[in-house]
């Protein structure tokens, strides 16, 4: 089975440019999620989508942050402009369903420096 | 939401059994403890899930004593490539929101 690809690995940017990141899941997983980590921390969950609509996105800084699910399957996630404090990895992952017990399913992630 | 409490860092050499308990005082009935694994430059990885008593498979053991307010996360004979981050987390049947991740505990196996 196929794991949950991201893309860029890396990318660096200067502050108050725009980055788009994406995300391809298990195929079949219902559930994708977008999680923001910055170093020396745990993932923190910016957005949950279920199928192509939002769960949660209550973590999500939607000033600048944005994120769709078209087709409820491949994902993009956007910021716009980018700050010094949004370096961090950001980590797609996707479940079979929201059931809470499936486990999710991680990409390596995207690398995102802010000059 | 329960929260979570685990060391921040322990050692360890290689071949003994590494043993990492993580509180949680305020875990709900139906929440289900979950580990994951992380290693540098990688998403983290599903380990082991469990509700009480002990769930084992091919990579770790999970001890749930009776009260459920802790677990420990048991793997046996460590090798080198046990080296990373593990997090505790309680995780909800029916409502995967808000799901809050701790520092984890960084594990170094020494050789």
């Known amino acids: 089975e196929a794991g949950v690809a991201q893309s860029p690995r890396y990318k660096i940017i200067e502050k108050r440019q725009s980055v788009a990141f994406w995300c391809n899941p298990i195929?079949?997983?219902?559930?994708l999620y977008w999680y923001q980590q910055i170093l020396g921390q745990g993932p923190k969950l910016l957005i949950q989508f279920q199928n192509n609509g939002v769960v949660d996105d209550s973590q999500l800084p939607k000033d600048r942050f944005s994120a769709e699910r078209l087709k409820g399957v491949d994902s993009t996630l956007k910021i716009q402009p980018a700050k010094l404090e949004d370096s961090a990895v950001y980590l797609c992952a996707s479940s079979l369903t929201d059931s809470g017990r499936e486990p999710q399913h991680f990409g390596d992630g995207t690398r995102l420096s802010i000059l | 939401l329960a929260k979570t409490t685990q060391p921040i860092s322990m050692d360890s050499y290689e071949g003994q059994e590494v043993n990492i308990t993580c509180s949680h005082n305020?875990?709900?009935?139906?929440?289900?403890i979950t580990w994951y694994q992380q290693f540098p430059s990688q998403g983290p990885r599903f380990i082991i899930q469990g509700y009480k008593t002990k769930v084992t498979n091919e990579v770790a053991s999970l001890f749930i004593p009776a009260d459920r307010k802790s677990s420990t996360l048991s793997l046996p004979r460590v090798s080198l490539s046990d080296t990373a981050v593990y997090y505790c987390l309680p995780l909800r049947a029916g409502n995967n929101r808000k799901l809050i991740w701790g520092l984890g505990t960084s594990l170094a196996v020494n050789p």
């Open positions: 305020n875990i709900a009935t139906n929440d289900y």
């Open positions: 195929s079949g997983h219902a559930t």
